[in-house]
């Protein structure tokens, strides 16, 4: 059984910075890209940003470029959302999502955390 868990979400003021960790466990052969998406209420869940596993390329929302930066660590599963500079506009609920395969010759799964909420309140 795959199960991705996020940690750090939490309430921040206007201006201020938070970081998220998700790690996925279980039996992996390998993780592929994995991405941070969000969803405030009453919107659709949109993404934040995501990674790739070699290279570690990443691509950001416009909303959140040049405050968000995401990051991995291969060995342990895990990726990383650092928030800085953040505002009420980044209030939701963030979810960790990663490809993945459980066996060497298997095809590539989609899992996602069980979200964990943000708010931005002063």
């Known amino acids: 059984q795959v199960r991705l868990v996020e940690s750090g979400g939490g309430l921040v003021q206007p201006g201020g910075s938070l970081r998220l960790s998700c790690t996925a466990s279980g039996i992996i052969f390998m993780v592929n890209n994995m991405a941070w998406y969000r969803q405030a209420p009453g919107e659709e869940r949109e993404l934040v940003a995501t990674?790739?596993?070699?290279?570690?390329?990443?691509h950001y929302a416009n909303s959140v470029k040049g405050r968000f930066t995401i990051s991995r660590d291969n060995p342990k599963n895990t990726v990383y959302l650092q928030m800085s500079r953040m505002i009420p506009e980044d209030t939701a609920v963030y979810y960790c999502n990663a490809d993945l395969m459980r066996a060497r010759y298997g095809r590539l799964e989609d899992y996602w955390g069980q979200g964990t909420q943000v708010t931005v309140s002063s």
């Open positions: 990674i790739g596993s070699s290279t570690g390329t990443s």
